[in-house]
């Protein structure tokens, strides 16, 4: 459907000069001029919706148990990450004070952190390194075509079974429920049944629920199960994750409930603020070691000797301070 321009026109300031523009631009990054954003919060100690991050003990058992055939299709799908920060999820430890502090420098209009001298965003590129995922090539866009069709999220899950009972235990309201698949999954491994793809579709709806598109407790909505059934097609969903957590850090901003994947922003934060690699180090860093960065390969592999640049930074106030304060310099442009 083609817009029409002069229904807008009438909202948009004529242009007035390179400096009218970079005063205007001045004024939009001034946090503090937005409505309701947590930038003027200094209680706030952490982000609502923390709770959803919670410890799963129904997790590694399951993973466990999965049968080699559906691990390799997992893999084929571009899982590989996902399933390792997956079985190492419960050993992560989420620093919320430095997550919240970060989150109060998000800019609900730029999709970027604004800090004293720059600003930085999560690239679509970075993320799919940090995550493993199947990566968009140039030349691929105008292949790139979405259809919007009514979400049936019954038909994606009645591939998984076809019991009324099992469906009725895995939904609720617009939501899908982690823990019953998470149970039909161990059924079908300790019987030792063949049904080795409709494992590992059900396997991957459970690995990217909690570390891609994690919401609530253990759910994930009907969309973005639809995302998630996508990628046994060869849909590539970086873009989907990278929206997903830039509304979660928007909400968050504006004092809503924090979503997305935070395990993919402090893989960003590792890599950028927190972390540094130094070949000479002959002790582990201690921090490292319960940081999603301890369990991704490839490219972004990082050994846990390594130096932690906000090893000192301890509490809300102090990574307030910290970050607040970031330079050029303390930020690693190209890690």
Not at 9 to 35: N, V, W
Request: positive net charge.
């Amino acid at each position: 459907m083609k817009r029409n321009y002069s229904t807008f026109a009438e909202d948009i300031p004529a242009y007035s000069g390179p400096k009218a523009s970079r005063e205007t631009y001045t004024d939009l990054k001034q946090l503090s001029a937005i409505p309701g954003h947590i930038y003027m919060r200094p209680e706030l100690q952490i982000l609502p919706g923390q709770r959803r991050f919670s410890k799963m003990p129904w997790l590694v058992p399951m993973l466990e148990l999965l049968p080699p055939t559906s691990i390799g299709h997992l893999k084929e799908w571009g899982l590989s990450t996902v399933f390792v920060l997956t079985k190492n999820y419960n050993k992560l430890v989420h620093v919320w004070e430095s997550v919240t502090a970060m989150v109060e420098l998000w800019h609900p209009q730029t999709n970027s952190f604004i800090f004293p001298e720059f600003e930085a965003t999560i690239l679509l590129e970075e993320l799919e390194i940090m995550l493993g995922l199947p990566r968009y090539q140039r030349g691929e866009e105008s292949a790139i075509s979405y259809t919007v069709e009514q979400i049936n999220s019954w038909s994606i899950l009645a591939y998984i079974t076809t019991k009324k009972n099992d469906l009725y235990s895995m939904t609720s309201g617009m939501h899908v429920h982690l823990l019953p698949i998470a149970q039909w999954i161990i059924s079908q491994c300790k019987r030792k049944t063949t049904n080795y793809t409709a494992i590992a579709k059900a396997a991957a709806i459970c690995i990217c629920g909690i570390i891609l598109f994690p919401k609530a407790d253990s759910a994930i909505s009907f969309g973005n199960l639809s995302i998630i059934d996508s990628i046994s097609e060869g849909m590539k969903i970086g873009q989907a994750v990278m929206g997903f957590l830039y509304a979660g850090l928007t909400s968050a901003a504006l004092r809503g409930p924090f979503y997305g994947s935070v395990v993919a922003f402090e893989l960003w934060m590792g890599m950028h603020v927190q972390f540094r690699a130094v070949e000479d180090l002959t002790m582990e860093c201690k921090t490292m070691l319960n940081h999603p960065l301890a369990h991704v390969g490839g490219r972004l592999h990082m050994s846990p000797r390594a130096w932690c640049k906000t090893a000192q930074v301890k509490g809300i106030q102090a990574w307030r301070q910290y970050l607040r304060s970031l330079t050029v310099a303390d930020f690693d442009m190209r890690p």
